[in-house]
C-alpha cells in the first residue's frame, strides 16, 4: 500500500463535539432525547429573514473540509460547500451534487451524471472541470483521497457533465469515501482549487455551492456566512442529512466563538446567542428546569483516548509500560471526572460506537476495561521506566480533555509513574503535539467516523505517535476489499484486538454531549452535527 502519511495537519479530533453516529452506508437513525420544551414545528409556516447566532467553544483551524476535517470546520463548511454524494438522515449515501450515476457489471467503471445549472457564489456553473479540479484537491490534501486515488485508473469526461471513473480493481469503498463526511471531498471552482493546489483553502478560496455563502471571518472570535440568493435546491423533502431540499430561511448566521459554558447559556437567556453547543454537563439539571432555553443530550458525540509517543522513551519499544498504564486507569471514574453523571458517558472499547450497525463490535476488546493497580505496578517493575518525567500534553480550551488528563495523571502516580502535565490553548496545542520532542502522551477525544478507511489514528505521524501501523494499513485493505458484512465486522473486531495488543493508544470511553438552543429556532433537527439550513426564527 502506499504512503499513509497524512499530508497536512488534519486538526479532526474536537471534543464535545456534537455526533450522532450510525453505520456507515445505512441504519436506524442514533436515539436523541429532548428533555425539555421539546416543540413540534410541524405546525409552523416558515419565515424567512433575520440573522442567526451560534455560540460553538472553538474557532475552526481551516475552512478545509477535507484537509481538516475538524467539527469546528465541517459544521460550517457544510453550509458552505457540497459533495458529489452524501449521507441522508439514515446514513445512506445519496446523490447531491451528481443527478445520477451509472456502475459498469464488473463495478470497475463508475459514470456520474453531474447535475447541470448549479451556481457556485462566484457567479460561475458547476461543470465536470471544477469536479476534476476539486477531485485533485482532496487527492493531494486527504489520506482518505489519497488512498482512494489509488483505486483509480483514471478519470475522464466526455462532456461537461459527465464524469468516467475506471478503477484499477473493484473498490467497493468508492461512493463511501466521496461521501466522507470528515474528510469531504467538497467541489469548488476550478480556479479556487488550482489555486489552493496541495495546500488547505484560504479564505479568498472559500467558494462552494451551498446554501450560505462566505462573508467575512475574524480568526478566533467570528465567522459569518450569508443566505445564498441563487442556490440550486434539490428537490427531494425526505432526504435529509446533507442531501436533498435545502433552504436558507435566515439572512445570517454568525459562529461565535465562546469558550465557557456559563457565558453561553446566559447568552442564550438573554437573546445574545440563539444556540449554545458544547454546554458542560454539570449545568444540566439547572438547565433542564428552565423554560427559556431548550436541552437535547446527544446519545454518542466523541470518544476520549490517550495517546503514547513510540518514537521517544520512555514509551517506545516497552509493552510493559504501556499496559501498566493501561491496568493502572479506572476508565469509570475517569468519565466521571470529565462528564459527571453516567447519562454522559459510556464504557465501550470498540473502535466504533454501537449505533453502527455495519461496524460495531466488542470482539478484540477484551483488554480495554482491565482496571488492577497491583498489576500495573507489576509491569511498572518489568519495565524500563526509570522514574523519569512523563509528559502529558492537552488543551485547557475543553473541560473534558483537562479532566481526563487530571483523573489520568493521579492514578498513574498511584502506581509509581512521574506525570507532570501542561496545558495549552487551541492552536498552541496542535502545535506541540506535531513535534515528538514536546510529549510523552497525549489527553484528547475524536468525532466518529463512518469508515474504518477514515480513522484520523490510524496515520503514521502524531496521529498514533509515530507506531508502526503496518499491520492495521492491512486490515483497512482487507475491509475494503469486501462486501460482505459479517466478514468486515470481523475485521475490525482484528484491528480492535491489534490496537490493543500494541497498545497503540488507550481508549477511555464514549461520551454525549449537550446543547441548547432558544425557544423561537424551529426546524431544526439533531443529526451528525448542527445544520441550519431549513430553519428559521419563529420571531
Known amino acids: 500500500m502506499c504512503s499513509k502519511k497524512i499530508k497536512n495537519l488534519i486538526m479532526i479530533f474536537i471534543s464535545i463535539s456534537i455526533l450522532l453516529i450510525l453505520a456507515a452506508c445505512g441504519g436506524d437513525a442514533n436515539p436523541q432525547t429532548t428533555d425539555n420544551n421539546e416543540n413540534d414545528d410541524t405546525d409552523d409556516e416558515p419565515v424567512e429573514g433575520g440573522d442567526l447566532v451560534v455560540a460553538t467553544p472553538a474557532s475552526p483551524p481551516s475552512m478545509d473540509w477535507g484537509g481538516q476535517g475538524a467539527t469546528e470546520t465541517k459544521m460550517i463548511a457544510w453550509h458552505i460547500f457540497e459533495q458529489l454524494f452524501s449521507f441522508d438522515e439514515d446514513y445512506e449515501i445519496k446523490p447531491m451534487l451528481v443527478d445520477d450515476y451509472d456502475i459498469s457489471d464488473d463495478e470497475k467503471t463508475y459514470t456520474l451524471n453531474l447535475r447541470e445549472d448549479v451556481n457556485f457564489h462566484d457567479g460561475s456553473v458547476m461543470d465536470a472541470d471544477d469536479v476534476l479540479a476539486s477531485l485533485d484537491h482532496w487527492k493531494n490534501t486527504t489520506q482518505i483521497g489519497e488512498e482512494t486515488f489509488e483505486h483509480i485508473k483514471e478519470i475522464n469526461d466526455p462532456d461537461e457533465y459527465t464524469l468516467e471513473i475506471e478503477l484499477e480493481d473493484k473498490y467497493p469503498a468508492l461512493l463511501d469515501n466521496f461521501a ?71 439572512d445570517s448566521i454568525t459562529f461565535k466563538v ?43 458525540t466523541t470518544f476520549s483516548t490517550l495517546l503514547f509517543n513510540h518514537a521517544e522513551e520512555p514509551f517506545k519499544d516497552d509493552k510493559d509500560l504501556l499496559h501498566a498504564v493501561n491496568h493502572a486507569l479506572n476508565k469509570e471514574e475517569i468519565l ?39 498489576k500495573a505496578k507489576e509491569l511498572v517493575e518489568k519495565s524500563d521506566y526509570d522514574g523519569e518525567t512523563i509528559k502529558l500534553i492537552t488543551t485547557n480550551d475543553y473541560d473534558d480533555y483537562e479532566k481526563i488528563a487530571q483523573a489520568s ?12 502535565i501542561e496545558t495549552f490553548e487551541w492552536g498552541t496545542f496542535f502545535d506541540k503535539w506535531e513535534e515528538q520532542e514536546n ?12 469508515s474504518p478507511l477514515a480513522v484520523p489514528i490510524i496515520a503514521e505521524d502524531e496521529h498514533a505517535g509515530w507506531h508502526d501501523l503496518s499491520n492495521l494499513f492491512d486490515l483497512q485493505d482487507e475491509w475494503a476489499g469486501t462486501e460482505d458484512v459479517d466478514e468486515q465486522k470481523e475485521i475490525i473486531g482484528e484491528l480492535n484486538e491489534e490496537i490493543y495488543d500494541d497498545m497503540i493508544w488507550d481508549k477511555i470511553g464514549n461520551a454525549k454531549g449537550l446543547h441548547i438552543s432558544d425557544n423561537n429556532l424551529k426546524g431544526y433537527e439533531d443529526w451528525d452535527n448542527v445544520r441550519f439550513w431549513n430553519t428559521w426564527s419563529s420571531e
Open 180 to 250: 466522507n463526511l470528515n474528510h469531504a471531498l467538497f467541489i469548488m471552482p476550478e480556479e479556487k482549487a488550482e489555486e489552493a493546489g496541495g495546500s488547505l483553502i484560504d479564505q479568498e478560496q472559500i467558494v462552494g455551492t451551498g446554501p450560505y455563502e462566505f462573508d467575512s471571518w475574524d480568526v478566533g472570535e467570528q465567522l459569518k456566512v450569508n443566505k445564498f440568493d441563487d442556490y440550486t435546491s434539490r428537490d427531494e423533502e425526505d432526504w435529509g442529512g446533507l442531501t436533498g431540499e435545502k433552504t436558507p430561511y435566515h
Open 258 to 300: 465562546v469558550t465557557d459554558s456559563q457565558v453561553e447559556m446566559n447568552g442564550v437567556k438573554t437573546g445574545e446567542y440563539n444556540f449554545a453547543m458544547d454546554i458542560t454537563p454539570d449545568l444540566y439539571e439547572t438547565l433542564e428546569q428552565d423554560d427559556s432555553v431548550k436541552t437535547e443530550i446527544q446519545e454518542m
Open 409 to 420: 495523571q493521579q492514578q498513574m502516580e498511584e502506581i509509581g509513574l512521574n506525570v507532570e
Open 439 to 450: 510529549w510523552d502522551m497525549v489527553a484528547i477525544t475524536w468525532p466518529w467516523y463512518y
Open 336 to 374: 466521571s471526572a470529565a462528564y459527571g453523571s453516567s447519562e454522559f458517558f459510556e464504557l465501550d472499547g470498540s473502535l466504533f460506537e454501537e449505533h453502527m450497525t455495519d461496524l460495531y463490535t466488542d470482539e478484540g476488546t477484551d483488554s480495554y476495561d482491565v482496571y488492577d493497580p497491583e
